[in-house]
């Protein structure tokens, strides 16, 4: 099995920052790429921004100059630094991963799995 856990949301005033962290647990052979998301309510879930296992980032037109994704070089950890935070940036957000994890001693599997979310919350 994998998992995700997430931790670094909170309650913070419009202009402040955020760090959001993601660390990947389990039978891990290789994950390839890792991303955030969020969900705000009565919103579908978005993408925020996601990094591949060599460092190519893409982000969402709205966090594009004020987020940061990044990866350490375990390869299982992704962080979202969030400057210039905004009321519209409040929503759950996820941590989300794909690779293969091994699956008893000979075997591999793929998987995606998503963290449990963190809320973050900007007031005006």
């Known amino acids: 099995q994998v998992y995700l856990v997430e931790s670094g949301g909170g309650l913070v005033q419009a202009g402040g920052s955020l760090r959001l962290s993601c660390v990947a647990s389990?039978?891990?052979?290789?994950?390839?790429?890792m991303g955030w998301y969020r969900q705000a309510p009565g919103k579908q879930r978005e993408l925020v921004a996601n990094i591949s296992d060599d460092n190519m980032t893409n982000y969402t037109d709205s966090v594009k100059g004020r987020f940061t994704i990044s990866r350490d070089n375990t390869k299982i950890k992704v962080y979202l630094q969030m400057n210039s935070l905004k009321p519209e940036d409040t929503a759950v957000y996820y941590c989300?991963?794909?690779?293969?994890?091994?699956?008893?001693?000979?075997?591999?599997?793929?998987?995606?799995?998503w963290g449990q979310g963190t809320q973050v919350t900007v007031s005006s």
């Open positions: 389990g039978n891990i052979f290789s994950i390839n790429t």
């Open positions: 989300n991963a794909g690779g293969t994890y091994y699956v008893g001693s000979y075997y591999l599997a793929d998987f995606r799995r």
